[in-house]
């Protein structure tokens, strides 16, 4: 009984293995696949504030959201074809692997072995963070280098904690590290005065300075202690749909350098700038060389507005996070924000 | 002399004087020094516990205004925070006009679950009405028919996914489960061997690593462009799951089972589905009752865990909402609180329905 039973099973295995193999690989490009599905699989952080959470509605709102609004805009000439589909940390390569999502635009660092290692490839850099340090005003810290023996709050995470060690052990600065493992009780610490110090990415120490009962007690101090590029991601091997996401991103940034906003962009095609009346699809086929439409960033600015709307909406100064634009700038304003031109 | 007896006999039967009653209801509070301290101090310990919450949840809390009004507020609750997110922690991303879609599904069904739960419904159209009840909510919460527009089930979250993930997970794994602990107690080799490699196998690793392998490590597995739909794997894995636990739940039950019941169906030339079905598992199944209500209440609290693989269910949407800019930092126990209440209430109604449920079994109903 039982070795009949073994040698069945065993030959089911080996021919469900069989079926599988043998299953066709699809050569199906991405936007092809996102054309066919009729909207665009993008995955999100499940709530982070300022980048990906609901409104009051259970509406996606976000920076990171708006990315993929940008990109559905540019292939559909809708901003509303997406699925968001919320991932955690620990899941979000395997599922932009394995074909559950089209992009990943979650507040993920450019690294080198993420890049080299994964089988991914990042778009252009659409927010430059960085690790943070905040401090209660009281004790007179203006610099990192003031702070000998000080106990600093933070969150589980290793780049968090690596980044401190890296950042001080030069330095030779003693610290005592606090980890927590809930935002709201690492907050609480900070406040109460369990910890002196509380680190994070500049966003998140900003929103941590915002929701204090009295923000001018603290003070961010001015170093920022590790480079986190954040940047959409796409699948590796299919050229297309990367220029597509990179593309759309450069526009946005293109359109703040020009003055062009989601109000004002139709009047923009009457724009005598050759480099706009390009981008808008007035003239020249460039949206054809994508695989989209020639109005693919006319309807992406449309949909979401340039990369200063986006930020005002989201991140800016009339938002509870109430964070300045800092690196986040245009190059022409002494920001890092540089778009390649359109030509 | 007779009447004397008579009254001797009656006399136990006349009710006490109240004082006595209240003494002896009393005593095990006040009967000694030692217990009368110790219930000074509980019963203050709790004025104390239950007049800090009346102060913070209705003397100072904030009933009225946005995020600014609860902001710096001294020590209260700040009730704004549950009504502006009401809809969405028990919807989630559900389309917000289409709400009325999911709050029918779960009044069909608390209907359906009402109508099961009085004995006197019981009987075999109750298989009828599950089957339309499914049926029902299915429709109401997928769509594409009859004019609803389609909703994917990538939007769907909060109490609707909650009850969902918790129901379907026990209602089938109950009878995988039963099949399990019955193969697990044969004496076929194979067969048991299966059974015990599957159960050990599953209650040997934690549900969020099942959860994890079925959404990650799947998909990974399966051919290029073929995906199954999220929901579906999570809810696969946390019916396994489930399987393996009311396994063990029932075999207890059927090792409790003399063996001569077993013998006496056999001699009654009953065959062997015959046996268990008349004889063993209605003996077996009213033992493990607590034990089984135990895991179901479990396993309503651990569907919380899908946050991991990326649904959000009622626990999850609550976190949800507290990310919210405009609120975060502000409201943080409300949203707690508030989970905590709705938890309870469903946690306690299975209990208190798995002790009717004891209570009439020992009365000999069935």
Redesign the interface.
């Given at each position: 009984?039982?070795r009949s039973?073994?040698r069945w099973l065993a030959t089911g295995l080996v021919l469900g293995l069989a079926a599988?193999t043998a299953?066709?690989?699809?050569a199906?490009s991405t936007l092809d696949?996102v054309k066919k599905r009729g909207k665009l699989l993008c995955g999100v952080s499940?709530?982070?504030?300022?980048f990906a959470?609901?409104?009051?509605?259970?509406?996606?709102r976000g920076f990171d959201v708006d990315i993929c609004r940008a990109v559905s805009a540019a292939v559909f000439g809708d901003p509303g074809k997406v699925?968001?589909?919320?991932?955690?940390t620990?899941?979000r390569f395997?599922?932009l692997?394995?074909?559950?999502v089209d992009i990943l635009s979650r507040q993920t660092t450019v690294t080198f072995t993420r890049d080299t290692t994964l089988g991914l490839d990042f778009g252009p850099t659409v927010v430059y963070d960085g690790q943070g340090l905040m401090v209660h005003k009281k004790l007179g810290v203006t610099s990192a280098a003031e702070l000998k023996g000080a106990a600093i709050c933070l969150l589980p995470g290793t780049t968090t904690l690596q980044n401190l060690a890296d950042y001080f052990r030069p330095k030779n600065i003693q610290y005592e590290a606090v980890v927590f493992e809930s935002t709201?009780e690492w907050?609480n610490a900070f406040f109460s005065g369990r910890c002196d110090v509380i680190t994070s990415d500049r966003s998140d120490v900003a929103?941590?300075r915002?929701?204090?009962?009295?923000p001018n007690d603290f003070v961010i101090l001015p170093e920022t202690i590790s480079k986190e590029p954040l940047a959409p991601v796409v699948r590796q091997g299919d050229a297309n749909w990367r220029d597509i996401v990179s593309w759309t991103v450069n526009a946005l940034i293109a359109a703040e350098e020009k003055g062009i906003n989601s109000d004002n962009v139709e009047q923009q095609t009457k724009s005598q700038d050759p480099e706009v009346q390009r981008m808008l699809g007035v003239t020249g086929d460039f949206g054809k060389a994508l695989g989209l439409d020639n109005k693919w960033a006319l309807n992406a600015i449309k949909g979401v507005g340039n990369y200063a709307e986006m930020w005002e909406r989201n991140l800016g100064e009339k938002?509870?996070?109430g964070m300045t634009r800092g690196p986040n700038k245009l190059w022409t304003e002494g920001g890092l924000l540089y778009t390649p031109p359109f030509r | 002399m007779t009447t004397t007896a008579l009254q001797a006999a009656q006399a136990p039967l006349r009710r006490p004087r109240p004082s006595a009653t209240w003494r002896r209801r009393l005593g095990p509070f006040i009967g000694t020094p030692v217990n009368a301290v110790i219930t000074a101090v509980c019963l203050a310990l709790l004025l104390w516990a239950l007049s800090a919450a009346y102060r913070w949840g209705v003397t100072n809390a904030i009933t009225e205004g946005g995020p600014q009004a609860c902001k710096g507020r001294a020590g209260g609750a700040c009730w704004p925070f549950l009504a502006t997110k009401l809809r969405f922690m028990v919807f989630g991303y559900f389309p917000y006009d289409q709400h009325w879609r999911p709050l029918a599904a779960l009044l069909v069904f608390f209907s359906a679950c009402g109508v099961t739960m009085m004995p006197r419904f019981w009987s075999r159209r109750l298989v009828g009405l599950w089957a339309g009840a499914v049926a029902v909510i299915g429709v109401l919460l997928y769509g594409g028919v009859l004019g609803l527009p389609r909703v994917e089930t990538t939007k769907w979250g909060g109490l609707p996914l909650s009850f969902m993930l918790a129901f379907v997970g026990l209602s089938l794994g109950f009878p995988l489960g039963l099949l399990l602990a019955l193969a697990r107690m044969s004496k076929m080799p194979a067969i048991r061997v299966l059974s015990i490699v599957f159960i050990e196998v599953i209650r040997g690793v934690p549900l969020i690593s099942i959860l994890f392998m079925a959404t990650v490590m799947l998909p990974l597995f399966m051919p290029e462009g073929v995906t199954i739909d999220k929901l579906l794997r999570a809810q696969v894995a946390i019916i396994i799951f489930a399987a393996a636990y009311i396994a063990e739940t029932v075999r207890g039950g059927l090792q409790a089972i003399p063996r001569g019941q077993f013998e006496a169906a056999g001699a009654l030339g009953l065959h062997y589905w015959q046996s268990m079905r008349l004889i063993v598992l209605p003996q077996a199944l009213k033992i493990v009752i607590p034990p089984l209500v135990n895991t179901f209440i479990g396993f309503f609290q651990d569907t919380t865990l899908v946050i991991i693989v990326g649904l959000l269910d009622f626990l999850d949407t609550v976190r949800s909402a507290l990310r919210d800019p405009d609120w975060q930092g502000i409201a943080v126990i409300e949203g707690y609180v508030f989970a905590a209440a709705v938890y309870f209430v469903f946690s306690y109604g299975m209990g208190a329905y798995s002790r009717f449920l004891e209570r009439r079994r020992r009365m000999g109903y069935d």
């Open positions: 009984m039982s039973l073994t599988f299953a066709p690989a699809s199906q696949a499940p709530s982070s504030a300022g959470f609901a409104d009051d509605k259970g509406v996606r699925d968001f589909i919320p991932l955690n620990n899941v395997q599922a692997q394995s074909g559950e709201d907050r929103s941590v915002a929701v204090a009962n009295n938002t509870a996070l | -």
